[in-house]
């Protein structure tokens, strides 16, 4: 079916892609078909869904909506993001080798070493933002190159052209986790990716109500490879799950455009505070891949992380004084959260990993919601004095 919002922009697309008024009734919003299974008219004769882990009218809404915004052919949808990345993991075999960043999403890196690497995958861990060191990384068994930029919880961002060029030289597919960018600030399979893979969870549910994920890409190959992994290992969303993520993509852009904006709000007033030690947030000059991020992404995002002076006992202490950031795990929510990854999100990846990632002890991470941004500085501000006091 050709979709007539294919050459919409992102934001028009964003509210139409993938979603024709219900055939049925003429409802605007794709409905929440809650079945397992379909009528069909003589045996295999049907409307292209016969059961429900294959083909799914909510899901299918979904799937299309985020292939149109990543500037892709196809999308599958999965459970979750880890689920998403499972999917793509198991096109390899047992030998195959992955080359990845060391400042990885701690649930990933958790999958790759404890899950995968039990069945015979090998990984390498490097510093992604140079992609020499990924060249120097692959192998002749490379299948594969996994990065995140901006990555988690670090901000680094790494050349998507580059190594995409890096991983088709040696015959390697490139797959960029843009969860943190989302499609509205980045869109890798036109700088080359493969696979882009997202936990919807995060920006493109943007609620923080529906656990989900998602790979996008444009080679069909893949997609016979990914579909059939898809309907085989049946981690699919649940229907409700896709409504959920497509209402929320539908304001993706008004979104990320607040995001970003008081994100840089923010990062700049912790750069100047005399409490706080060091920031990390692309959007800064004083980052170190703030012309790449210029030059790649459309604004820097809604994540920061920063360090506090002192010891790490007052940085889990001002974790827990803020009142308009919750102390949470996860991210890309309307509300905004604040975590402490080497106890929390990051907690799974073992001291010495996270200290060679720069990832210290002290290390705070903020996700910047969409509340009023002087609200947020304040809140910021008043934690970091009654961090003082012990
Ligand atoms: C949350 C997250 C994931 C995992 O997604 P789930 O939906 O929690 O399974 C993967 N990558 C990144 C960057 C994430 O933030």
Redesign the pocket.
Known sequence: MADPFEKARFATKAVHAGQAPDPATGAIMTPVYLTSTYVQEAPDVHKGFDYARTNHPTRLALERNLAALEGGAWGLCFG??????HAVLTMLSAGDHVVSCNDL?G??YRLFTKVFARFGLEFTFVNAYDPAAVADAITPKTKLVWV?TPS?PMLLISDIKELARVAKAKGALLAV?N??ATPYLQQPLAMGADLV??????YLGGHSDV???AVVGADKGLFDKLKFIQNAVGAVPGPLDCFLVLRGTKTLALRMEKHCGSALKVAKHLLEHPEVERVHYPGLPSHKHHNLARAQMRMAGGMISFELKGDLARAKRMAALTKVFALAE???GVESLIGHPATM?HASIPREERLKAGLTDGLLRLSVGIEDVEDLVADLDQAILRSLEK
């Open positions: 979750s993001g880890s689920a998403a990345t999403y649930g990933t995140e988690n986790d969860t943190f893979v997202h936990s919807t969870t995060k656990v989900g994920g996860s991210l890309g999100t």
